[in-house]
């Protein structure tokens, strides 16, 4: 039986390996020549927006809270570093072929913002009016939480970004003025669709890596997880989860096909 080999020889004028990567949305223009009767056959991985890191104070992370003798309440605040808190789940990957017959609509998913850390909470409920005692619970929630990140689309083929990590703070202080450095509890942000990674997880084999809350990158199989000295930029590549107050690696299409 004869062998094929694809592509011909050199110099009989046959195809060569064509290479596009979309890092922000846009239009994948059909070369001239390929229509309805003459199909480009095109490979695709789509990866979704990773997801971003939430802070959270974890040095001189005191706290000070004031209501009066009736129960009103004038504020809180909370200072320190933000270097601490969960970690972003990385997006999802998504791989086919496609034969093309006209151009390809992309939307690429925006990375996952870093979680803020507040300053000044209005919102303590203040308990036994008019005595020595009192009480208040925070919950930082979406204060504080990490974005997820964005979903990449290119045609009908999907991948969805991974979730932000979350971080909440509470605590107890009488009337008057008290310190208290309260407790923290983190959760890691979920990987996103298909075979996303959770954040600061091992990655399973062809996923993006997660985030992690410390300086120790996430190594996997396409790239490295964020960690928490990224800041406002992503140690990994397109999708990767962030670091904890950190932001996620944005999405990606890359498109492979033979002209």
């Known amino acids: 039986m004869g062998i094929a080999t694809i592509p011909a020889a050199a110099g009989g004028g046959g195809l060569e390996p064509k290479y596009q990567k979309f890092t922000s949305s846009g239009t994948f223009t059909l070369p001239a020549g390929y229509d309805a009767a003459k199909p480009l ?23 000070s809270a004031y209501w009066g003798y009736f129960g009103d309440n004038s504020n809180a605040s909370i200072t320190g570093t ?3 808190g969960g970690t972003g789940g990385s997006g999802g990957i998504a791989a086919t072929q496609m034969y093309l017959t006209s151009n390809l609509t992309i939307t690429v998913g925006a990375a996952g913002s870093r979680g803020t850390v507040a300053t000044t909470f209005a919102n303590i409920a203040a308990t036994n009016y008019g005595s020595t005692n ?7 929630g979406n204060v504080n939480s990490g974005g997820s990140g964005g979903t990449t689309t290119a045609g009908s083929v999907q991948s969805t970004g991974g ?21 923290v509890s983190t959760t890691q942000g979920t990987g996103g669709s298909p075979a996303g990674t959770t954040g600061k997880a091992t990655p399973l084999l062809g996923t993006i890596a997660g985030g992690s ?5 996430v190594r996997g199989s396409f790239g490295i997880g964020g960690i928490s000295t990224d800041g406002a930029t992503s ?3 397109e999708g990767t989860g962030a670091g904890a107050g950190s ?7 890359i498109l492979t096909w033979w002209q």
Do not use: C, E, K, Y
Not at 163 to 183: C, E, I, P, Q, V
Not at 213 to 217: C, F, R
């Open 134 to 140: 009192g009480s208040w619970n925070i919950t930082w």
């Open 41 to 63: 056959l095109v490979n695709i991985q789509v990866i979704g927006g990773g997801g971003g890191g939430s802070g959270f104070p974890t040095n001189n992370h005191n706290t």
């Open 163 to 183: 979730a932000g990590g979350t971080a909440n703070f509470s605590g107890d202080a009488g009337r008057g003025t008290a310190n208290n450095t309260g407790l």
């Open 247 to 253: 932001i996620g690696g944005s999405g990606a299409v």
């Open 213 to 217: 809350s410390d300086t120790t990158p």
């Open 82 to 84: 933000s270097n601490m």
């Open 235 to 237: 140690t990994g590549v």
